[in-house]
């Protein structure tokens, strides 16, 4: 099942049609809620968002991968990467369950 993506004009637009900001005041307001979250995640930090999900950090190290055409084996550096988890609530949207008790944790 293959959607619409929702781009940055289209939080925008929603925005705008749903709060009654001008379109300009509504693409700031997007702007400054996405800063916010890249910021903190740029820092380490965890964004953990009630009802819909946790955006994490995480360290991976230095582990060995293998090229897939030629079967060498190549180090691949430590780095950071981020990871999405869903709060149960999203989960059950997503699978059209209901939500029992209005649990919205994210990171069971």
């Known amino acids: 099942m293959a959607g619409k993506t929702v781009t940055r004009a289209d939080l925008c637009e929603a ?15 997007v702007e400054l809620v996405l800063d916010e979250i890249s910021d903190c995640i ?19 190290g230095e582990r060995i991968g293998r090229n897939p055409k030629t079967g060498e084996e190549v180090p691949i550096s430590p780095r950071r990467v981020m990871v999405f988890k869903p709060s149960n609530v999203l989960k059950q949207r997503i699978n059209g369950t209901s939500v029992p008790n209005g649990s919205d944790e994210a990171d069971d």
Do not use: C, H, I, P
């Not at 749903?18 to 509504?26: N, P």
């Not at 930090?45 to 955006?55: M, P, T």
């Open 15 to 29: 925005v705008y049609q749903k709060v009654g900001l001008s379109r300009t005041e509504s693409a700031d307001l």
């Open 42 to 60: 740029v820092r380490g930090e965890a964004v953990k968002l009630s009802s819909f999900g946790s955006f994490l950090v995480r360290s991976k």
